[in-house]
């Protein structure tokens, strides 16, 4: 079972990096975008910064997703790095529950937010808000798979690299 969940984890992961970073360069030729529309040609176009509102929430949750499993997330490193044995398992124990109960709470409130959103549409463009915030639950689901992983074999890149 642990086999599966880090092979499932490994391209999920990987998926989750390729498409934040693909994203990123998105917004970065959406931003170029703007600025020449502004100003060479003197009209500003109407959807590009909305759009690349949206696809910045979608970066970050996917983005959380990497980090947490590389450990780059905030912990408490101080107890990890200090603790052995038994109180390190407890320590780590302590944080993969506080990620779960997050990323839980933020999955209920993500699936809420898209159900109320859904008729709404981008100010800019006929399309649902419910396409931009369904970013928010799906980034808390990998976040918990994420999670599971990361307690199942850790990767505290940032720890071992600390001073």
Not at 26 to 36: E, T
Not at 52 to 77: E, K, N
């Amino acid at each position: 079972m642990k086999s599966l969940i880090l092979a499932i984890d490994r391209h999920v992961t990987g998926l989750c990096l390729s498409l934040a970073c693909l994203i990123l360069a998105v917004i970065s030729c959406l931003g170029m975008w703007q600025v020449v529309t502004r100003f060479v040609f003197s009209q500003p176009s109407t959807w590009t910064e909305e759009v690349m509102r949206r696809l910045l929430i979608w970066m970050v949750m996917l983005g959380t997703v990497v980090a947490l499993r590389q450990g780059a997330l905030i912990s408490v490193d101080l107890m990890l790095r200090v603790s052995r044995g038994a109180w390190r398992s407890t320590v780590r124990w302590v944080i993969t529950t506080v990620n779960f109960a997050f990323f839980s709470v933020v999955l209920w409130f993500g699936v809420d937010l898209v159900w109320r959103v859904r008729f709404q549409t981008f100010a800019s463009l006929d399309l649902s808000m419910a396409w931009a915030y369904a970013a928010i639950p799906a980034g808390a689901l990998l976040g918990l798979l994420a999670t599971v992983a990361h307690h199942a074999d850790p990767h505290n890149d940032e720890l071992s690299t600390a001073q």
